[in-house]
């Protein structure tokens, strides 16, 4: 089908950089705030960032500027993505290319000439609109236009050959070697320096302290010392991890492309993305560089140290998926000669984000690598964020999804496990962004004792932060996950065991699930008579040592100082006041010697945060500690406590039945925890609810998990007790208004813009105090706010939210509320001119929220309108009962 020429290769290259722009004459300094290792884009952007601040930068790079993987990218720059994060690192990126040869004189070879997006299903077009609706709040302009009016922008296109596109005419594309040549001028002539051909052969580390601290960089020019070091080595990074004995999830793959001969109708048309056919098209000149993602790329198990400049052989038994698929909807590829093809390497990471942050293990060592081939598109907003990262000790933007700290020691170092996650990742770039896919890679890491018992019951698991936890249960079947059978390539046999994958099917859509019913049945036996929940996988620790009280009053908004077994929600900031994470704190008793009750000297707390975000959680606390030289410790036992959740009006009833300590309201009142025995195995019992119902945990040891969880299932058949998942966790959470880390509740948000100021105590300095008291005394530019929607209209999160014609924000979260019987969704408003939010302001106007480019009527309330005066967390149901009997009637 297609036909390469028999050229020298090298003729047709893209352009090679031109690197009389980039060495510094100077020699290698003594001393720098910061090294970059690696003189890609990600290092030449964060160069630029370093140094646009007044930091003292140095850049090493160990052959030529570009010379890795840089020099051969495609290079096309896009906004539109399924994150306000994302879309924002993107904006900013673009925007620097356009403000660069204005600031250094040299041009970046950047070109506006628009993207198509084309969706040949149904699906994707509402893929489509929702990314159109979301450019709302970032004023990107896009338009979701017929094939024939896309044909028009590109005339090699066949109109009948799909369904309909997504234009976005602010897209376009850059020259790598250009824009990294701007780059290092506007570094250099701020001070940057930049040493070419010198490799890195050593990474000093002072590890006479408990935390280890970058010391320095060795190379063959000299030392530099420095206690910052940022790898952006690209495909090399892992290598240079490995100098300081660190693992990373990265791992690197070829990806090619080929360009084609002159084709004149292409010129100054838009660059092409079919994410149907996995494929897309970038316009040079009258040339289109076309490349896609295979479902089995070839995996570099070594990448060659000595490859600068330098491409592989390309396999066209395994491109030729994409040259079939580009002449199903362009016909011009059945018979335009191809003038040549790259393919090179580029670093996958098993979530299809970066790796950027400081490292846990080791003080002053950041990344900026594993690009997933978005390293040009993403390279101005990453750097910036980085740069302000290193500088000011956290992002302005909340970068968790790009954090190394997403990823737990375990699985980093497990290579099976990262190898066939970044594959999956790789093969499904281009797949649709479902609200509630799942992975089928990287599958059964991390499963807690109540595993087999809940999928034998039906349990179609998900996995977060690598545990296996309960989504939902299905009746009269089971849906295990399998092991990762790579569809079917390098030699595995397809898997012929496709109940979870069916299971999964349901789930692709923008509108309600197919088990939207079944969530349904258990949010509403959590709500009207009593739910089981594994909260297993949620991170658990205890805060021990002689300073534990000092640290526990710096680390958290509200006041610890409690009486033992007193379960405390609170809020802990970083230095700018915004939450890092949310978490129950417990103090202890002395304890009788068991995993739930330690014996301790002086003070000590329990400590439970979210699961998903859990070593986030605990690197934080351990780096404030150390910061602060706090002589306490933060334990993770996380591995060594099960946690089952019983809630809703029949909990106590079923606690009462299997344990003789009283369950009573004198007992345990709520936000008490008392430890209590379950069929002969001593657990910490916490009357707490994540859902606000009267309900309970059992924290229990796991050599006891079984047989405590026999003993509640024995128990619950005489009270009707139903399983339930983290999907009806997750909306039961929602309507009641309570606050999810990473979605509502970010680093970028202070707990008074989230109405949260009650967690924040008066007396006493806690981190990030300052901030907190300022907006209480000042007010706020955004506030969380809760949505009910009448129509009968799924929403997920990320919808435009308008007041009175004018858009003031977009959702958050989205789900449906079981007991309110509507959609719900929470955001943070803004006034549209920037001014201080008033309740008199939230309160007027007339809301609407945007879901697939169609706006229905909302109805705002400052706080969610479930159970207002929080009775059904008091256990007090008569009233509520009696409520819902006369609505029925």
Known sequence: ???????????????????????????????ADVVVIGGGVAGCSLLYHLCKRGINAVLLEKDKITSGTTWHTSALCWRLRPGDVDVRLLESTRKLLMSLEQETGLNTGWINNGGLFIAKSERRIEEYKR??????????????ISPNEAAKLS??????????????PGDGYTDPSMYCAALIKGATTRGGQVIENCPVSNILVDSSTEVRKVQGVETAKGTIKTSCVVNAAGVWSKNIAQLVGLEIPLVAMKHAYIITDNIPEVKHSPNIRDHDGSIYMRMQGESIYLGGYETNPEIIKDMPTDFQFSLFDLDKSIFEVHVKNAAD??????????????????????????????????????????????GMNLSGGCAEQLAIWISQGRPELPMFTYDIRRFTPNQRSNRAWVTETSQECYAKNYSIVFPHDQPLAGRNHKIDPFHEALVASGAVMEQAQGWERPGYFIKDRTAPVRGYDWYGYYDHVDNPDKRYEQELEGEYTFGFSKHHDLIGEEANAARNNVAVFDLSYFTKMYLTGPDAEEAADWLFTADTDKEPGRVVYTCALNSKGGVETDVTVT????????????????????????????????????????????????????DKLGVLSIQGPKSRELLQSITETPI??????????????????????MRISFIGELGYELHIPYAACVPVYNKVMDAGRGFDLRHAGFRALYSLSLEKGYHLWNYDLRIDDNPVEG???????????????????????????????????????AVYGLETIWRDDAIVGYLRRGDYGYH?????????????????LTDEFLKTGNYEIEVLNKRYPATLYLRSPFDPKGQRLLGQYEQQFEEQAHFED
């Open 587 to 638: 103090p202890l008793e002395e304890g009788v010697g068991t995993l739930v009750g330690p014996i301790l000297k002086g003070k000590g707390y329990y400590i439970v945060a979210g699961g998903a975000s859990g070593y986030q959680t605990v690197s934080h606390f351990r780096k404030e500690l150390n910061k602060k030289r706090f002589k306490a410790v933060i334990s993770d036992i996380t």
């Open 664 to 685: 009573t309201d004198e007992k345990f009142p709520p936000s008490m925890s008392h430890i209590i025995h379950v069929n002969g195995h001593v657990c910490r019992a």
């Open 755 to 793: 109405n949260l100021q009650a967690f924040c105590r008066k007396d006493g300095q806690y981190l990030g105090k300052q901030h907190v008291e300022k907006l209480k005394q000042h007010g706020v530019k955004k506030r969380r706010v809760f949505f009910t929607l009448e129509d009968h209209v």
């Open 329 to 374: 909807i362009a016909p011009v590829f059945e018979h335009v000669p191809i003038k040549s093809d790259i393919c090179g390497a580029e670093s996958f990471t098993p979530d299809h984000k970066p790796l950027m942050g400081e490292d846990p293990k080791l003080a002053g060592f950041f990344y900026s690598c594993g690009y997933n081939s978005l």
């Open 1 to 31: 089908m297609w036909r390469l020429r028999n050229a020298f290769r090298t003729k047709n290259f893209p352009k090679l950089p031109q690197t009389a722009y980039y060495a510094t004459e100077s020699g290698l300094p003594n001393q």
């Open 131 to 144: 990314l159109h609706t979301f450019g709302h709040f970032f004023n990107i302009e896009s338009h979701v």
């Open 155 to 168: 005339p090699i296109l066949d109109p009948k050959k799909f369904k309909a596109a997504l234009y976005s």
């Open 820 to 836: 309110l019987d509507c959609s719900i969704g929470v955001g943070y408003v803004e006034h549209p001119t920037g001014q201080i």
